[in-house]
């Protein structure tokens, strides 16, 4: 039986990586997979987490499983880090949290419930977005519909084409929007835009699904955080999936978490039991070390100002990178690459054409995604320059 399967390729982005790492040559830059690394190219764990792991190590006597909602602290922490802790949806006691394997976990488990509560809505999606928001939403027979993003001549967002293709949303579909960090292109709402997409959701019944995966590297958590929490705060309804894979370098420990914004009480705890049944459906329980370790550093005073103080220094640097990257593309090239200055997060597109990208990857040992799509956090100080260098050789 086994034997009549086709194969399928790769994921787009992981099988690139891998690639990446099998090349030897010695002056490689790997720009492809949205992980943070330092300027030694290593991914840390952050300081908060490993005091954290200390005090689990020493205490830690069980691994009967978790509860199937999660780690409790971790289901009462993260709201308060994405909502606010005086949001009103929270003291109204109108949301309800389940810990996920990770913000892929998450997506899956929001869309679950939004095809139980109305099989026949539509997910509206960036174009461009995240490759996996497809099979990830897709497979639980959700259907599609696309809205216009981003604006690849002028490197940035075309808000006024997302509008009119917006116009189409009808009642009962959803829209997915990336709560910061745009992945794949960098290129956010500002507080205005986010209003207007507020009203024009509220005006047409539609619910917004927000992935939030990359909070506090934009900015920092707090700004970050603003078009969801401003959608939070006026509409009856919102599906939120975030992720500690970024924010908190939990990434293989798979912790995230959905959240769900609803009208009462009432239909908070009915649309937790919609999720624990799609969890059961799924996997049961989820994964107990990430989000444990998460919830100390969240609910700790000393463990969570240690780990905002490391967070913002990432985020520093990847501005700070973005800044270099910006000059030295410009003065290498005599094209303006101001734009990958002010966008936001890990990622941003170069605007070179899949064969620049291949002859990049072929001749100067660069890999970023075929869509120019680089993880700036993969830079170093030292390959600023380099890379500005081996870009400009294929714009000659
Ligand atoms: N959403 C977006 C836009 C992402 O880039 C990612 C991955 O990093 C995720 C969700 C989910 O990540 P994870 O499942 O690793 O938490
Ligand atoms: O876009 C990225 O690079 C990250 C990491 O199937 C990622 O979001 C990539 C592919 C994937 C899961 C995560």
Redesign the pocket.
């Known amino acids: 039986m086994l034997a009549t399967l086709s194969r399928l390729p790769k994921?787009?982005?992981?099988g690139l990586?891998a690639l990446a790492r099998a090349d030897e040559r010695s002056n490689k830059i790997d720009l492809?997979?949205?992980?943070y690394m330092d300027d030694n190219g290593l991914c840390p764990v952050m300081r908060a987490v490993q005091e954290a792991q200390q005090q689990l190590v020493q205490a830690e006597v069980s691994k009967a499983y978790l509860p199937p909602q999660g780690d409790p602290t971790f289901v009462a922490e993260m709201p308060k880090l994405v909502l606010g802790a005086g949001h009103r949806a929270l003291v109204e006691t109108r949301t309800a949290t389940i810990q996920t394997p990770?913000?892929?976990g998450a997506l899956r488990i929001a869309s679950e419930v939004l095809a139980v509560a109305n099989p026949s809505a539509k997910v509206w999606l960036p174009n461009p977005t995240?490759?996996?928001h497809e099979p990830l939403l897709g497979s639980v027979g959700l259907k599609f519909a696309r809205y216009d993003y981003y604006d690849y001549a002028t490197h940035s967002l075309n808000f006024e084409r997302m509008m009119q293709d917006l116009q189409g949303v009808k009642a009962g579909d959803a829209v997915l929007l990336h709560g910061c960090c745009h992945?794949?292109c960098g290129a956010d709402l500002n507080a205005e835009q986010w209003q207007i997409v507020a009203d024009l959701l509220l005006e047409r019944g539609a619910i917004p699904l927000i992935d939030i995966?990359y909070q506090g590297l934009g900015d920092d958590l707090e700004h970050d955080a603003l078009g969801v929490r401003m959608l939070a705060s006026q509409l009856p309804e919102v599906l939120i999936a975030a992720s500690c894979?970024?924010n908190l370098g939990l990434?293989r420990e798979r912790t995230g978490a959905t959240i769900f914004v609803t009208q009462s009480a009432e239909h908070a705890e009915t649309a937790l039991s919609q999720a624990l049944g799609a969890a059961r459906r799924l996997y049961s329980m989820p994964p107990a070390h990430g989000a444990i370790l998460a919830g100390k550093v969240l609910a700790d005073a000393h463990l969570n100002a240690m780990w905002q103080q490391e967070l913002q220094s990432m985020t520093q640097r990847i501005q700070g990178l973005r800044n270099q990257l910006s000059v030295a593309l410009t003065a290498a090239t005599d094209c303006d690459f101001s734009f990958v200055a002010q966008e936001k997060g890990?990622?941003s597109f170069l605007g070179l054409t899949p064969a620049q990208v291949l002859q990049l990857r072929e001749e100067q040992a660069v890999y970023m995604?075929d869509s120019s799509?680089i993880?700036v956090a993969g830079l170093k100080d030292a390959t600023v320059e380099p890379l500005a260098q081996a870009i400009a050789g294929v714009l000659r």
């Open positions: 994921d787009s982005i992981l990586a492809t997979v949205g992980v990770g913000g892929c995240w490759p996996v992945n794949p995966a894979s970024k990434y890990m990622f995604l799509r993880n």
